[in-house]
Every structure is written in structure tokens, then in C-alpha cells.
């Protein structure tokens, strides 16, 4: 149960092929918990409850749904990026992970993107536990010194007359992208909206875009 | 200090691996040990702040090496010891010593929700004066610490803007070794790309880095 029971063959290896023998790391995770569970140090109830709630519960669902709002409510678009911490708890997202928002407005001539390059933070109340490329030395040391190589390999291209904006999320202050509304939306309601809107472009590595049928339309 | 975690401007990290619709857990050890590392922090024998600095203690080579969550458990169980939560003797064999007392759970699962909801604010109400004022010209203090610092190495001695004030904040330098919050103004500084990575940079586009008090200096 030593910090160093791996061996480097594992390392970077997100690839999580099906195991048919337990691994190292599940062996000594299942260790650890039968022993704080054993010492009532751990109710293993709270544990399953913790897991539900962020596989189930909290997710970019909730972002999107904040965004959509702004999206047709210009005077909560407004109290969103004056205080996005309250704004945001109006559609009873808070806590964890979230403490202090703030929201960072795309335009035209803007593109916010969202990093944590010291370890991983992220929005949790409005988008849930972050991806694994999010938490991963490409993305975290890249971000900062190369945001358009970045957003490019992300498959956006951003025009030189765009200013990039890289938010480093260095303190307790999460930030959350507002995407631009993609032309061609102006008869979806907020639900068709929030549906639209993406993780990704939450995070500033993505526009919103509208599905094929709907902008051929 | 000045670790591998601080990976702002690094280069040979390798290409993104953007995986689409990956689980939110790939493994189910995953799951538990997030959880794990969730349900013993309500004991609050330790900060947030602490728990980062010692995942950034884990010697450059692995934390490379590692994966998030492999970091996160490793982390945890040198926390449990020097809380005292656990031994050493007890994480190595993994049974409770002899006699060891049963303790009650701080986290059950009906205050997981609650708990959640009600968050950790790390911000703090006190009448402090602001240092610097939003529009106004600063530079970051040249400050290599060898303990927990959210100064990242990049923006250190640079010229920057006072973009926004956040308000009175938990300093995580010394809240992170348990020398208490010195709490303090914290704000988002806006630093041109060219100010820290020279004319290779775009010249319209910035980097926002929130800071405290305690980085900075007028300019």
C-alpha cells in the first residue's frame, strides 16, 4: 500500500484496458477503504453517495443550463457575469468545487479559454468532475504558452483579430465559459439551447455550433 | 516550491489525448478513491490547501509517472498518517491496530448532498484594506518558496494589470503547512502573452493569473 506500488509500464496509460486480474491500484484502493471503514473512520454508504452524486448529479448539464438562461434573459446574463456565484445558485448550483465563479463572456472579437496549470481545478457545480485531458501535463502546460496551438488541435481555429483570453485558475475562483449563441438559434427555446451547449465549450475549447439539420434549415 | 505540478510554459508534455465521451470514471478504483479522498477530508484534520501540496510533494519522476487518481490516493495516505488517522504499521498491514478505538464517521451518507451544497468558502469577511486598485500597474515579487505556493513560476517578476478585485481571501501559502490563513486581497491579473512569452506570442492575447496581496508589488 506504498506510494510507489506502480511500475512505469502503467504510467500514462489512460488507455484502461479491460482487466481481467485486478490492478495494483484497485487492490490497494479496496485495502485502504476496507481499513478506514473497519477503524468507522469512512461510512462506506457516503462513498457510494459520493459517487452517485458526481456521476448522476453534478455535470455540464447544469453549465448548460446556465448558459442557455443567459442566453434568453438578457438581466440574468447581466447578474451572471457581474455575480456569477449567486447568479449561478439561483438554478440551485453551489458549493463544492465552486465556491467563488466567475463567468467569462465570448464574443466575436473574444475567445476565453480555462486552465488550471497547477494541479486541476475546475468548475465542479456547474461541470462536474473535469475530463482527463483537462488534468494532464499536455493541456496544463500548453494552455498558457500556446493557447491557439491548443485550440487548434481542439479543431478551432481562432482569427488573428480574436484576442485570446487564458484564464488560469491559480486561487479558489472557478471560471466558466459563456459561449457565444450560434447563429441560426433564434427559435430554439432555452431547453432546445441548453441542449446544445457542450462541456467543451464550457471550457473554452469549443464553440457551440447547431446541428446539421437545424442550420440547413 | 518549485515543482513538476507547475507546468504553466512547459514543453514535451506530448499532444492532448481528447477522449470523447469518456467516463467520469474510467475505473471503478477511480470512483472509490475520489470518494475516499472526499468523505476523509470531513474530518478537517487537514486543508484543501494541504492536500494540494502534498500530492506536489510526490518526487517529480512519478508524479509524471502517475495517474490523477493514483496522485490523489497517494496523497491521501500520507495525510491519514501524519494526521495521525492512521499508522503506518496499519496502512502497511492493512488492519487496525490492536485496541484501536471504532470512531464515527464525521460524513454519512445522507449529508453527502448537503455537505456538498454547502461547500468550503475560502473567502473571508474582514474590513482589510486593498493593496492595489483594478486598472493599476504591478509586478509580480520574484518569490521561489520551497513550500506550497499558487505563484506559477511563469508570471514571477512579470508586469501585470489589476483586471479584477476578487476580495479577501485564505492565503494558501501558509494555510497549505498549517501556519495559519492570513487571510488577504486577492485579484486576477492580467498579464499580456507577450509580457511572459516574448514576441512568439500574439499580440492582442492575454493570461489572467489570480493572485494575493502577498505576490505583488507596485510597478
Same mark, same amino acid.
Request: with cysteine; hydrophobic share 40%.
Given at each position: 500500500m506504498k506510494a510507489d506500488g506502480h511500475g512505469p509500464s502503467q504510467a500514462h496509460d489512460h488507455g484502461h484496458q479491460p482487466e481481467a486480474v485486478p490492478s495494483d491500484m484497485s487492490l490497494r484502493v479496496k485495502a485502504l477503504e476496507s481499513l478506514l471503514v473497519e477503524k468507522g473512520l469512512v461510512d462506506p454508504a457516503a462513498l457510494d453517495s459520493l459517487v452517485d452524486a458526481y456521476e448522476n448529479k453534478i455535470g455540464p448539464r447544469n453549465g448548460a443550463r446556465v448558459v442557455a438562461r443567459a442566453w434568453v434573459d438578457p438581466a440574468y446574463k447581466q447578474r451572471l457575469l457581474t455575480d456569477a456565484t449567486v447568479a449561478i445558485a439561483e438554478l440551485g448550483y453551489r458549493g463544492r468545487g465552486g465556491d467563488h465563479m466567475v463567468v467569462v463572456e465570448n464574443t466575436p472579437k473574444l475567445h476565453n479559454l480555462v486552465v488550471c496549470t497547477l494541479c486541476s481545478c475546475y468548475p465542479w457545480p456547474v461541470l462536474g468532475l473535469p475530463p482527463v485531458w483537462y488534468k494532464s501535463a499536455p493541456y496544463r502546460s500548453r494552455a498558457v504558452i500556446d493557447p491557439r496551438g491548443v485550440l487548434r488541435e481542439f479543431g478551432l481555429e481562432i482569427g488573428e483579430d480574436v484576442e485570446v483570453r487564458v484564464w488560469d485558475s491559480t486561487a479558489e475562483l472557478r471560471y466558466l465559459v459563456l459561449p457565444e449563441r450560434p447563429v441560426g438559434s433564434e427559435q430554439l427555446n432555452e431547453e432546445a439551447l441548453a441542449a446544445l451547449v457542450t462541456r467543451d465549450a464550457m471550457i473554452g475549447v469549443a464553440q457551440v455550433t447547431l446541428p446539421r439539420e437545424e442550420s440547413r434549415t | 516550491m518549485n515543482g513538476v505540478h507547475d507546468m504553466?510554459?512547459?514543453?514535451?508534455?506530448?499532444?492532448?489525448?481528447?477522449?470523447?465521451? $469518456?467516463?467520469? *470514471?474510467? $475505473? +471503478?478504483? $477511480?470512483? +472509490?478513491? *475520489?470518494?475516499?479522498?472526499?468523505?476523509?477530508?470531513?474530518?478537517?484534520?487537514? #486543508?484543501? %490547501?494541504?492536500?494540494?501540496?502534498?500530492? $506536489?510533494?510526490i518526487p517529480a519522476s512519478e508524479y509524471l509517472a502517475m495517474s490523477y487518481y493514483e496522485k490523489w490516493i497517494a496523497g491521501l495516505v500520507e495525510l491519514l498518517v501524519k494526521s495521525g488517522l492512521l499508522t503506518a504499521a496499519e496502512v502497511e498491514s492493512g488492519k487496525p491496530a490492536p485496541h484501536s478505538p471504532r470512531e464515527t464517521p464525521p460524513l454519512t451518507a445522507e449529508k453527502v448532498l448537503s455537505t456538498i451544497a454547502r461547500g468550503?468558502?475560502?473567502?473571508? %469577511?474582514?474590513?482589510?484594506?486593498?493593496? *492595489?486598485?483594478?486598472?493599476?500597474?504591478?509586478?509580480?515579487?520574484?518569490?521561489?518558496? #520551497?513550500?506550497?505556493? +499558487?505563484?506559477?513560476?511563469?508570471?514571477?517578476?512579470?508586469?501585470?494589470?489589476?483586471?479584477?478585485?476578487?476580495?479577501?481571501?485564505?492565503f494558501p501559502d501558509t494555510n497549505a503547512h498549517f501556519l495559519g490563513e492570513k487571510p488577504q486581497h486577492a485579484y486576477s491579473v492580467r498579464f499580456a502573452a507577450r509580457e511572459l512569452w516574448g514576441d512568439q506570442a500574439a499580440a492582442r492575447d492575454g493570461v489572467y493569473v489570480d493572485m494575493w496581496d502577498d505576490y505583488l508589488e507596485p510597478a
Amino acid at each position: 500500500m506504498k506510494a510507489d506500488g506502480h511500475g512505469p509500464s502503467q504510467a500514462h496509460d489512460h488507455g484502461h484496458q479491460p482487466e481481467a486480474v485486478p490492478s495494483d491500484m484497485s487492490l490497494r484502493v479496496k485495502a485502504l477503504e476496507s481499513l478506514l471503514v473497519e477503524k468507522g473512520l469512512v461510512d462506506p454508504a457516503a462513498l457510494d453517495s459520493l459517487v452517485d452524486a458526481y456521476e448522476n448529479k453534478i455535470g455540464p448539464r447544469n453549465g448548460a443550463r446556465v448558459v442557455a438562461r443567459a442566453w434568453v434573459d438578457p438581466a440574468y446574463k447581466q447578474r451572471l457575469l457581474t455575480d456569477a456565484t449567486v447568479a449561478i445558485a439561483e438554478l440551485g448550483y453551489r458549493g463544492r468545487g465552486g465556491d467563488h465563479m466567475v463567468v467569462v463572456e465570448n464574443t466575436p472579437k473574444l475567445h476565453n479559454l480555462v486552465v488550471c496549470t497547477l494541479c486541476s481545478c475546475y468548475p465542479w457545480p456547474v461541470l462536474g468532475l473535469p475530463p482527463v485531458w483537462y488534468k494532464s501535463a499536455p493541456y496544463r502546460s500548453r494552455a498558457v504558452i500556446d493557447p491557439r496551438g491548443v485550440l487548434r488541435e481542439f479543431g478551432l481555429e481562432i482569427g488573428e483579430d480574436v484576442e485570446v483570453r487564458v484564464w488560469d485558475s491559480t486561487a479558489e475562483l472557478r471560471y466558466l465559459v459563456l459561449p457565444e449563441r450560434p447563429v441560426g438559434s433564434e427559435q430554439l427555446n432555452e431547453e432546445a439551447l441548453a441542449a446544445l451547449v457542450t462541456r467543451d465549450a464550457m471550457i473554452g475549447v469549443a464553440q457551440v455550433t447547431l446541428p446539421r439539420e437545424e442550420s440547413r434549415t | 516550491m518549485n515543482g513538476v505540478h507547475d507546468m504553466g510554459g512547459m514543453h514535451g508534455m506530448g499532444s492532448i489525448q481528447n477522449q470523447v465521451d $469518456e467516463p467520469i *470514471f474510467p $475505473e +471503478r478504483w $477511480e470512483a +472509490r478513491a *475520489f470518494a475516499l479522498t472526499l468523505a476523509m477530508a470531513a474530518w478537517e484534520k487537514w #486543508t484543501l %490547501d494541504a492536500s494540494r501540496h502534498q500530492r $506536489e510533494l510526490i518526487p517529480a519522476s512519478e508524479y509524471l509517472a502517475m495517474s490523477y487518481y493514483e496522485k490523489w490516493i497517494a496523497g491521501l495516505v500520507e495525510l491519514l498518517v501524519k494526521s495521525g488517522l492512521l499508522t503506518a504499521a496499519e496502512v502497511e498491514s492493512g488492519k487496525p491496530a490492536p485496541h484501536s478505538p471504532r470512531e464515527t464517521p464525521p460524513l454519512t451518507a445522507e449529508k453527502v448532498l448537503s455537505t456538498i451544497a454547502r461547500g468550503a468558502p475560502a473567502s473571508r %469577511d474582514l474590513p482589510l484594506t486593498a493593496r *492595489f486598485q483594478v486598472g493599476q500597474r504591478v509586478r509580480v515579487r520574484n518569490l521561489h518558496p #520551497t513550500g506550497h505556493t +499558487r505563484l506559477p513560476r511563469y508570471a514571477r517578476g512579470k508586469l501585470g494589470t489589476i483586471d479584477r478585485y476578487h476580495g479577501v481571501f485564505v492565503f494558501p501559502d501558509t494555510n497549505a503547512h498549517f501556519l495559519g490563513e492570513k487571510p488577504q486581497h486577492a485579484y486576477s491579473v492580467r498579464f499580456a502573452a507577450r509580457e511572459l512569452w516574448g514576441d512568439q506570442a500574439a499580440a492582442r492575447d492575454g493570461v489572467y493569473v489570480d493572485m494575493w496581496d502577498d505576490y505583488l508589488e507596485p510597478a
